[in-house]
């Protein structure tokens, strides 16, 4: 019978952590700090035909998907399902019915394998993401969250403690790489196709700069630099001028990533924190990894970053945060539900 005091907390757990909060339907399994699989099954191609995720069309993809991936990251580790310590899944932030999918089917593994329940913040998975690079890194830290839903910079004092050093006021990083993609024609998912055009321009394009100060307290905003891309290319386009395309890619690059690197160093080096991570989708974007990697070797602290496939959503991340409630043994009970909306 699922009994929350019953669990005994072992020091090297093997976890399989569950993620279905957005198009990505994906399972992975860790023992200890150490991640032995990850698989993602990804709806995105059927979602680029209209330009973004279609809800219903994501959870019925996570429901063909979700079985099928679970045996996949199982046989990739070697694992079978009686091994297993825990099941750690995505309750929210997220599409509701596509986060129901893969909570229903961690609840069934718990119950029927009488093992815990690990329920995960999708945003704190991003952020757990940097402890599968360095199987030793510890906070404290300053952090850089830059997803399609979140753009902040935090200060990692333990973890499971946070303060939100700076935040954005309006847009996130990574829904204006996604607007911007869509102004210039390019397909879902925009952030990626946004960065490979980038590559071939110049940042020659002027727009404002997405760094606010109210009071003394640092805040991003997006929604001015986004309307600014939108209002260029509309200008030029009724002046019959022609918009090249790659160099709009390169300075809205630049002024989008520039501020958020600035930032997170220059709050590392005024706490004097000597150590800097980041997480979420915008973190797979090449050119802010080389001008945070190089600032802060600039500043003498050292960087910690996930792999690009860790960046982006996938479940090694869930259960690489899934440990950390595990060894506190912040267990679920099995009537929790899942939320479109959760507070870091
Ligand atoms: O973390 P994530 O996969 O999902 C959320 O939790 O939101 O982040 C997705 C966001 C999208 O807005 C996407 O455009 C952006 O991350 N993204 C990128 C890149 N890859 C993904 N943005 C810029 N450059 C990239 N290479
Ligand atoms: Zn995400």
Redesign the pocket.
């Known amino acids: 019978m699922y009994d929350l005091k019953k669990f005994t907390i072992k020091d090297e757990p093997i976890i399989l952590g569950l993620e279905s909060?957005?198009d990505e339907t994906a399972a992975a399994v860790i023992k200890g700090r150490k991640l032995l699989s990850s698989r993602i099954i990804s709806s995105a191609a059927e979602q680029a035909k209209y330009g973004g995720v279609v809800p219903e069309i994501a959870s019925r993809a996570h429901t063909e998907a979700v079985d099928e991936v679970v045996r996949q990251a199982l046989d990739d580790a070697g694992v079978t399902l009686s091994q297993l310590d825990a099941v750690a899944v995505t309750y929210g932030a997220g599409l509701l019915g596509a986060l129901l999918v893969g909570l229903s089917f961690a609840k069934s593994l718990a119950y029927s394998l009488n093992i815990p329940l690990i329920a995960v913040n999708?945003?704190r998975g991003?952020l757990a993401a940097s402890y599968l690079t360095d199987e030793n890194l510890k906070p404290p830290f300053v952090t850089l969250l830059?997803?399609?839903?979140?753009t902040a910079i935090l200060h990692t004092k333990s973890y499971t403690k946070f303060e939100m050093l700076a935040s954005t006021c309006d847009d996130?990083?990574?829904?204006a790489?996604?607007k911007v993609?869509r102004v210039l024609g390019l397909e879902y998912?925009?952030?990626?196709n946004?960065?490979r055009l980038a590559k071939n321009g110049k940042n020659c394009v002027t727009l404002p700069k997405c760094l606010v100060k109210n009071s003394d307290k640092v805040q991003f905003s997006y929604s001015g630099l986004k309307t600014a891309v939108i209002n260029y290319c509309h200008i030029a386009e009724q002046r019959g001028e022609e918009v090249i395309k790659e160099d709009v890619a390169r300075s809205f690059q630049c002024a989008a990533v520039d501020p958020l690197v600035k930032k997170t160093v220059e709050s590392a080096v005024k706490l004097k924190v000597n150590c800097v991570t980041a997480g979420?989708?915008?973190i797979?974007?090449?050119y802010?990894r080389e001008t945070l990697a190089a600032e802060c070797e600039r500043a003498g602290i050292k960087l910690v970053l996930p792999e690009k496939k860790y960046?982006?959503?996938n479940a090694a991340m869930i259960a690489a945060e899934g440990l950390i409630q595990y060894l506190e043994g912040n267990f679920a009970p099995l009537d929790i539900n899942a939320k479109a909306q959760i507070p870091l």
């Open positions: 909060s957005c999708h945003i991003h830059a997803s399609g839903g979140h996130a990083a990574g829904e790489f996604d993609a998912p925009g952030g990626v946004v960065e979420g989708g915008v797979a974007n090449g802010l960046c982006t959503d």
